[in-house]
């Protein structure tokens, strides 16, 4: 594992630990959104582990809000 995936999954770890402590007081919006961070950060780790070339412009999205 190279040096940079592994600090990625730190930060992931710490966030899982952030999502737990938000889930055990009912805080479940903020469990989720550091438990989706940890996933995101995880995956990066993986794709630095594997040297993965990405190309971003695939992954555009386009979100709307109807309130």
Not at 52 to 58: G, H, S, V
Request: glycine share 4%; charged share 30%; hydrophobic share 40%.
């Amino acid at each position: 594992m190279t040096e940079d995936s592994r600090r990625w999954l730190e930060f992931a770890y710490k966030d899982i630990v952030m999502a737990r402590a938000g889930a055990g007081v009912g805080e479940y919006d903020y469990a989720a959104y550091h438990l989706q961070q940890a996933v995101e950060k995880s995956l990066k780790a993986l794709i630095i582990h594997y040297d993965i070339d990405i190309p971003l412009r695939k992954f555009k999205t386009h979100v709307t809000c109807n309130r």
